[in-house]
């Protein structure tokens, strides 16, 4: 088995906790490091895709509002400039110089933030199903959905808030009038608490806070870069207008950069094998991730 060693990373309000998988002084300019991150979801998640990539040097990331992970107000909001920061202090700690990356949903938010400021730092980026949703033509709905969600949070905890956001993200097609007016769902229906325990250190309410699902980066800049950018989405979350708003978020990016999403297979959890209860297909997404990252 691959040796794992747990490392630690002073930033800005935070101090990270990433782990690395294999010797980072075997890494090569043709085959460098290869990030692991998702947010608000931390490095646990990747695990059964590590596991399918035995060949390469693995950096697994808990973001600052995560796992290991520490932060000086963990009620704060957290932005993706911040995140993106944070990413940069990463791969200057790393020392490989650039980087390959696989970012899942809000970290492929972060990481296109990134590029766009430090376009040096990634070599390849497969971003999985950024839910840019500042970039869809119902971005100010969804946009006030995010804020209802963060109000029940404050009010009421996370068990309803977190309903809310599982309503949300299950949605397919516009967020439109339709959806704003019917009643919230019921926590007991994803098995999430329906009492307040008072805290309100949630690592997604953070993020939301912070804007990001709701901010776009300079695509300019992303589209100037050296980074070879390449966008996924997954194979059950729908198209650019029937779709969840991960998927058309992820079709609207691709285009926003002249591209054509490439398909993984699954859906947003497609790399997920068994991780928090949910299966995707861990060993055809694996392939399709090593075949996108040569190509």
Not at 27 to 56: E, K, N, Y
Not at 59 to 76: C, E, F, I, K, W
Not at 127 to 152: K, R, S, W
Request: hydrophobic content about 40%; charged content about 20%; glycine content about 12%.
């Amino acid at each position: 088995m691959t040796d794992t060693h747990r490392h630690t990373l002073d930033v800005p309000g935070a101090t990270l906790s990433y782990a690395v998988r294999g010797d980072l002084s075997a890494a090569t300019a043709g085959s460098p490091p290869l990030v692991l991150c998702g947010s608000p979801m931390d490095s646990t998640g990747f695990a059964s895709l590590a596991d399918r990539i035995p060949d390469r040097v693995l950096v697994l990331v808990d973001p600052r509002n995560t796992g290991h992970s520490l932060r000086q107000d963990p009620t704060a909001a957290v932005t993706p400039e911040e995140h993106a920061a944070d990413l940069h202090a990463l791969v200057e700690a790393l020392g490989s110089g650039p980087v390959d990356v696989f970012a899942s949903s809000g970290a492929a938010v972060n990481f296109l933030f990134l590029v766009a400021a430090h376009p040096g730092d990634v070599r390849t980026l497969v971003a999985h199903e950024p839910p840019m949703a500042g970039l869809l033509p119902d971005a100010d709905a969804i946009a006030a959905v995010c804020d209802e969600m963060v109000a029940t949070y404050d009010a009421s905890g996370v068990g309803p808030a977190m309903a809310r956001f599982i309503g949300l993200v299950m949605h397919r097609g516009p967020v439109g009038d339709e959806y704003r007016a019917a009643p919230p769902p019921d926590p007991a229906m994803f098995g999430m608490p329906t009492g307040d325990d008072g805290s309100r250190e949630d690592p997604l309410m953070a993020n939301l806070r912070g804007g990001g699902v709701t901010r776009v980066p300079d695509l300019d800049a992303v589209r100037a870069a050296p980074t070879r950018v390449v966008v996924g989405v997954g194979e059950e979350s729908g198209g650019p207008e029937d779709g969840e708003i991960a998927g058309r978020a992820a079709h609207a990016v691709a285009a926003a950069l002249g591209q054509q999403p490439v398909v993984f297979p699954g859906g947003h959890n497609g790399f997920l094998g068994g991780e928090f209860g949910q299966t995707g297909k861990p060993d055809e997404f694996a392939q399709r991730l090593l075949a996108v990252l040569v190509g």
